[in-house]
């Protein structure tokens, strides 16, 4: 296995007293809660990234209709 790149970031001191409150009880070390924070934010900016496409091309009726059937394939044809 490859070993993870190793990034170096500046914190400004509150920032590390506020990471280390949470170490421990939340998270096991600093780089855990981190790489979490990392992760939780990229998630969101994909789910902004999302919205703004769906704005851009929001779903017909039909597929409207489609996702909102409690069994959608009930009323799909056989093949």
Do not use: N
């Not at 421990?24 to 600093?30: I, L, Q, W």
């Not at 039909?62 to 409690?70: C, H, V």
Request: aromatic share 6%; proline share 5%; with cysteine.
């Amino acid at each position: 296995m490859t070993a993870s790149p190793q990034v170096a970031i500046r914190l400004s001191s509150d920032q590390v007293a506020r990471i280390d409150e949470l170490v421990g009880s939340v998270h096991g070390s600093r780089s855990d809660l981190i790489r979490r924070a990392i992760d939780v934010y990229l998630y969101r900016l994909e789910c902004e990234r999302d919205a703004e496409r769906y704005l851009k091309a929001p779903l017909s009726g039909r597929e409207l209709a489609f996702a909102d059937d409690a069994d959608p394939l009930a009323t799909a044809p056989e093949w």
